[in-house]
C-alpha cells in the first residue's frame, strides 16, 4: 500500500477513489474482494454494478484463457467466429424487433453511438433526456447527464433537453403504491385503482406538455433516453407504466425511444431480463455495458435494422468493438446467467433483501427502494432532508471497517447504493443488513 500511495500523484486528482482509509484491493472471488493485507470483504457493489456473475468466475476465465492463446485481436474488417456467435446468443434475449448490434467497449460509448444513430436515422438533432439521470461522460453525452456534480465547465451535449424526473418519493407526483417493488413510499398516499397510477399520469402530463411547447407541431426529439432504473441519481424507479407512455409520446411524434439498460440489465431486475420490460414498453434502440462483461471492457447498442443500416449513409468503424477477447467474455457470462439461474436468484433474494432493510427501525432510513438486486437506500435527517454529507460518509467508512462494500449515490450522495454481484445468498443479505443497520445507529 505505501508504495501504491507514493506512486498516486502519477493518476489526476478527478481519479476518484472511495474512502477516508483508502483499500489496495488484490484478489476477487465471487461475492468477496480481498485487500493488501489479506481482509476478506463481501462484495455489494460490484465494480459499481459491473461484477455480474461473479469475480473471477471459472467459465469465463476458462473461455477467455482459450480464446487468448487463439486469436486476440483483428478489428471488424476481417471475420471471425466469435462476435457472431456472440451476436446471436445476445440478440435472442430481445423482442424480434431488436435484431441488430453494434458492439462498443463502454457504457458511455454505447449512449453516445445511440445518439448518433438516433439523429442520423431521424435527420434531427434535439434530444431529451430526464433529469437526475446518468449516460457517461463523452462530450455527446454529458449534456444528457443531469447530475451537477457531474458537469464539467465546457460547453457539452448541446441540443439536449430535460424532463421532470418521475420521482416517487421526492417528485413533485407520488403515491403509495407507485413502483414496481415490494417495498413503496411510506410519506405518500393515493386512492388509485387497480392497474391505474396517478402520479405517472401527471408525470406523463408534464412530459407531453414539454413535447408541446419546447418542439415545432411538425416535429420533435431525435431521441428520448432514459434509464430504466436511475442508477447513479440514486436508485429512483418510475411510477407503473411511466416507461410505455413517455416511449409511446416521443414515438408518435417520430422521435427514437432509447432504454439506457448499462446497470439495469442481464437480469439483475429479477422478474426481467431487462429493465423496460418490467413496464411493458419496448424502445427503438438498448444500450448495455457493464454487466455484460462482468468486467471486461464490453458495450452494445441493439436495435432494428433498418435504424442500424443508417449508418450505412457513411462508413462506421469501432477498432475494439467486439473483438474475440469480448466477445467470449459476453457470450459466457450469457451462458452463467443461464446456466446458474442468477435472474431467477435476484428476484428471490432480492425481495427478501429489499423486506430486510425495510425492517431496519431507523427514521434516518427515509426509503428503501429498489427492484431485484438492484437497490438504494436513502438516508434523511430529522427534518426529512438528505443527511449530511460528513454523516454519510461515516456510514459508508464503518461499513467498510465491518467488511461490506457498497455504494452511494444521488445529488446530495446520501443514497447507499447496492448492487451486488447476482450470486449473493440470504445468508449474505443478513450479514449485509446487520452492518447497516448497526453503522446507521452508531453515526446518524
Excluded at 62 to 75: G, I, P, S
Excluded at 287 to 302: D, E, H, Q, R, S
Excluded at 305 to 328: C, H, M, Q, R, W
Excluded at 346 to 362: E, P, R, T
Amino acid at each position: 500500500m505505501q508504495r501504491v500511495q507514493a506512486l498516486r500523484p502519477l493518476l489526476p486528482k478527478g481519479h476518484v477513489t472511495y474512502y477516508k482509509d483508502q483499500l489496495l484491493i488484490t484478489k476477487g472471488e465471487k461475492q468477496f474482494l480481498f485487500d493488501s493485507n489479506g481482509k476478506k470483504y463481501l462484495d455489494f457493489f460490484g465494480g459499481i454494478v459491473t461484477v455480474s456473475v461473479g469475480h473471477c468466475h471459472p467459465k469465463i476465465n476458462a473461455a477467455l484463457t482459450e480464446q487468448a492463446q487463439k486469436l486476440w485481436h483483428t478489428t471488424s474488417i476481417y471475420h471471425t467466429e466469435p462476435i457472431y456467435e456472440y451476436a446471436e446468443k445476445l440478440l435472442s434475449k430481445f423482442p424480434s424487433k431488436l435484431n441488430s448490434v453494434f458492439f462498443v467497449n463502454s457504457g458511455s460509448e454505447a449512449n453516445d453511438l445511440a445518439l448518433a444513430l438516433a439523429r442520423n436515422y431521424t435527420g434531427r438533432f434535439d434530444v431529451i433526456s430526464m433529469r437526475n439521470g446518468y449516460h457517461g461522460m463523452t462530450q455527446t453525452v454529458l449534456g444528457a447527464t443531469n447530475l451537477g456534480n457531474w458537469k464539467p465547465v465546457f460547453p457539452h451535449g448541446f441540443n439536449i433537453f430535460k424532463s421532470l424526473n418521475a420521482d416517487p418519493y421526492r417528485g413533485i407526483f407520488g403515491g403509495s403504491n407507485c413502483r414496481d417493488s415490494p417495498i413503496q413510499v411510506k410519506n405518500r398516499k393515493c386512492d388509485c385503482k387497480p392497474g391505474s397510477c396517478q402520479a405517472s399520469d401527471k408525470y406523463i402530463e408534464q412530459f407531453d406538455d414539454m413535447l408541446l411547447h419546447d418542439f415545432s407541431h411538425s416535429s420533435g426529439p431525435a431521441a428520448f433516453l432514459i434509464e430504466s432504473i436511475q442508477g447513479v441519481g440514486g436508485t429512483v424507479q418510475y411510477p407503473h407504466g411511466y416507461l410505455k407512455k413517455s416511449y409511446e409520446s416521443v414515438q408518435k411524434r417520430g422521435g427514437l425511444a432509447i432504454a439506457d439498460e448499462v446497470q439495469t440489465g442481464f437480469g439483475r431486475l429479477g422478474s426481467h431480463f431487462w429493465g423496460f420490460e418490467s413496464q411493458d414498453a419496448l424502445p427503438d434502440m438498448v444500450t448495455m455495458a457493464k454487466g455484460i462483461g462482468n468486467g471486461f471492457p464490453l458495450g452494445a447498442v441493439v436495435t432494428s435494422k433498418e435504424i442500424a443500416d443508417s449508418f450505412n449513409k457513411s462508413l462506421y468503424f469501432n477498432t475494439y468493438g467486439g473483438n474475440p477477447l469480448a466477445s467470449v467474455v459476453g457470450k459466457a457470462v450469457l451462458e452463467v446467467i443461464e446456466e446458474e439461474k442468477l435472474q431467477e436468484n435476484s428476484a428471490v433474494v432480492g425481495d427478501y433483501f429489499l423486506k430486510q432493510l425495510a425492517a431496519i427501525d431507523d427514521a434516518t432510513i427515509g426509503d428503501v427502494r429498489g427492484k431485484g438486486l438492484m437497490i438504494g437506500v436513502e438516508l434523511i435527517d430529522e427534518q426529512g432532508k438528505p443527511l449530511a454529507a460528513a454523516k454519510t460518509a461515516a456510514i459508508f467508512e464503518d461499513t467498510k471497517n465491518q467488511g461490506l462494500l457498497i455504494g452511494k449515490g444521488g445529488i446530495h450522495g446520501n443514497v447507499l447504493r447496492i448492487k451486488p454481484p447476482m450470486c449473493i445468498t440470504k445468508k449474505d443479505v443478513d450479514f449485509a443488513v446487520d452492518i447497516i443497520a448497526k453503522s446507521i445507529k452508531q453515526y446518524k
